[in-house]
């Protein structure tokens, strides 16, 4: 079973309505993140949570929300979806313990708002 | 702050061939670096990383990388190119103050001619 999964994997919605993406994760790790990717961008990051009661902004939280609703679960909320939201997201987990910082990540959910 | 650029968004190799993927960052301190590969359709996976010790590192699949301090470069090498080798390539940096983000550089795309 993949340690970081995402849902939906695709989503096509239109401009203007709600969405969410969610995040589980069975690693046991305390950090979640989300990322957004565009091509020739690479991925910036949208918020970050290193605990459930800690939540931060990253370089594009405009437009987007997050709720980290326990250890394992971080979604990412769209209240009002425009076109320019259209990407593929990315979820990812780090553990605080280990160090070495390295992030791992789930499998993508591609939206696509038109 | 710190950042991460990659020459050469797109870069193509014969089966066989050296790969060289070329990755600059900067970082007002020590950095922690890594590279990740991207296969089509599916999330980021860790090829390598670099934290302290021998500025030689190896990986996944047959790919290394040499941190070089005073050119501030990480960048991937593979003596041998295989078909599988085909897919996005992102470097990527952390700094030292305990935060623990990444900031990925835009991404290069490996292709491997027959």
């Known amino acids: 079973d993949a340690d970081v999964t995402q849902t939906p994997r695709n989503r096509i919605t239109k401009t203007g309505k709600r969405i969410m993406l969610e995040c589980s994760q069975t690693?046991?790790?305390?950090?979640m993140y989300w990322y957004r990717q565009d091509p020739g961008l690479g991925l910036r990051l949208i918020y970050y949570?290193?605990?459930?009661?800690?939540?931060n902004k990253g370089e594009i939280s405009d437009g987007y929300s997050v709720s980290r609703q326990a250890q394992a679960k971080f979604s990412l909320s769209l209240e009002s979806a425009i076109p320019n939201q259209t990407a593929l997201y990315f979820c990812?987990?780090?553990?605080?313990?280990?160090?070495?910082?390295?992030?791992?990540f789930g499998p993508g959910t591609r939206l696509t708002v038109l | 702050a710190q950042s991460v650029t990659q020459l050469g968004s797109h870069v193509s190799v014969s089966e066989g061939a050296l790969v060289l993927l070329r990755c600059n960052y900067s970082s007002s301190v020590p950095p922690y670096l890594f590279w990740y590969v991207q296969y089509p359709n599916q999330g980021l996976q860790l090829l390598l990383k670099?934290?302290?010790?021998?500025?030689l590192v190896k990986g996944i699949n047959g790919f290394e990388a040499e941190f070089k301090k005073s050119e501030t470069s990480f960048h991937l090498t593979k003596p041998s190119a295989h078909m599988s080798d085909a897919a996005e390539y992102f470097c990527?940096?952390?700094?030292?103050?305990?935060?623990?983000?990444?900031?990925f550089g835009t991404g290069t795309r490996l292709t491997i001619i027959p």
């Open positions: 990812a987990t780090s553990d605080h313990s280990g160090g070495a910082r390295e992030q791992f």
């Open positions: 990527a940096v952390s700094d030292d103050f305990g935060n623990e983000k990444l900031t």
């Open positions: 670099y934290t302290t010790g021998a500025t």
């Open positions: 690693k046991g790790h305390d950090r």
């Open positions: 949570s290193f605990d459930v009661k800690d939540i």
